[in-house]
């Protein structure tokens, strides 16, 4: 017998919610902003299950309510003190040197901290999400010349701000 849809949504909240909070962390930078972010866009999605041809269109569905509640929080300037108060869940990987890598995570996180909400947004779906310039347009909803001189001054602000992150990445190339 197949699973209901309400049974796949479960199994797709088990199974994904350490994603989805990986990447709100990244987006607003605090653990209770991101937590409420995911809540929030798995509520929306839980709402729209079942108009939902596919399950396996819940994670976009989820990822793209995230970007929208993100933008519209922006929009609103709601202001809020960021801070880095936890550490998010990461898998070791075996041969890896643990203190460095906890060294290039805390400072990316201090630089990603240190910009814009905006400019935060677009590096998170652009580079973490790995999306290109019009997919990140249609996310934030803005248009692919905000993307690129968004990504633009996000990119020369973290080169000002975490110079080793530039050296870890050509290290790692």
Request: charged residues 30%.
């Amino acid at each position: 017998m197949a699973d209901s849809i309400d049974d796949l949504f479960c199994e797709f909240v088990r199974t994904r919610s350490s994603a989805l909070l990986r990447t709100a962390f990244l987006l607003t930078g605090d653990r209770h902003l991101a937590e409420d972010l995911v809540q929030d866009a798995l509520a929306r999605t839980h709402r729209g299950r079942r108009r939902l041809n596919d399950p396996g269109h819940f994670e976009a569905y989820t990822r793209t309510a995230m970007y929208h509640q993100h933008v519209s929080w922006w929009r609103r300037r709601r202001r809020v003190v960021e801070s880095l108060p936890g550490e998010m869940a990461d898998v070791v990987q075996p041969g890896s040197d643990h203190a460095r890598r906890t060294d290039l995570k805390l400072a990316l996180y201090q630089a990603l901290a240190q910009l814009t909400q905006r400019q935060r947004a677009v590096l998170v779906v652009r580079f973490f999400e790995d999306r290109s310039e019009a997919e990140a347009a249609e996310l934030l909803q803005c248009s692919v010349g905000t993307i690129k001189s968004q990504t633009s001054k996000a990119l020369v602000r973290m080169r000002e701000i975490a110079p080793e992150l530039l050296s870890a990445v050509m290290e790692e190339a």
